[in-house]
């Protein structure tokens, strides 16, 4: 087989990649985003009940 045609063979499939990747970057993005606040939240949480013990 000749080199250009596998590489035009590979293209169909290279053009789904170049949809997906923008896709799974979003989803990972927000997947992050989410955990990250979730561990800051948590952290917040912590911090205020070692502040309201030092008040006491």
């Known amino acids: 087989m000749h ?3 596998l ?3 590979f293209l169909p ?3 789904v990649f170049i949809y997906i990747i923008p ?3 979003l ?3 927000v997947w992050f985003g989410l955990k990250f606040l ?4 948590r952290k917040n949480e ?3 009940s ?3 013990r030092l008040d006491q």
Do not use: G, H, P, R
């Open 27 to 29: 989803i990972f993005t």
């Open 50 to 52: 070692i502040v309201e």
């Open 3 to 5: 080199s250009s045609n």
């Open 7 to 9: 590489f035009f063979s």
């Open 23 to 25: 896709i799974a970057f």
């Open 13 to 15: 499939i290279l053009s």
């Open 46 to 48: 912590i911090l205020q």
């Open 38 to 41: 979730k561990v800051q939240e």
